[in-house]
């Protein structure tokens, strides 16, 4: 995980406040329930993004032509493929 859950808290926090402030959403429980909601939700995502990092890696040491890792070439594939996996999952 990228971030602490005192990091994710504290972000989703200034999140809650920011979103309330502008008017963008409107509490109707607890503060404390919203930022919890808010810091699963980001907990999720970031578990997402690494599980499709790894099946990504996965899929391009599968390959049979080797990609050199950091190469303009293994990074295109890396990038496509990752954004295609994310929009799948994403979209689900």
Partial sequence: MRY????????????????????????????????????ETIEKYFALEDEVYEKVIESLNKRSKKLIPGSMEWEIAFNKAYEEEMSKRLLK
């Fill in 4 to 39: 602490s859950s005192a990091r994710i808290r504290y972000l989703s926090k200034k999140i809650l406040k920011q979103a309330t402030e502008e008017g963008v959403i409107e509490i109707i429980s607890t503060d404390k329930l919203a930022t919890e909601a808010i810091a």
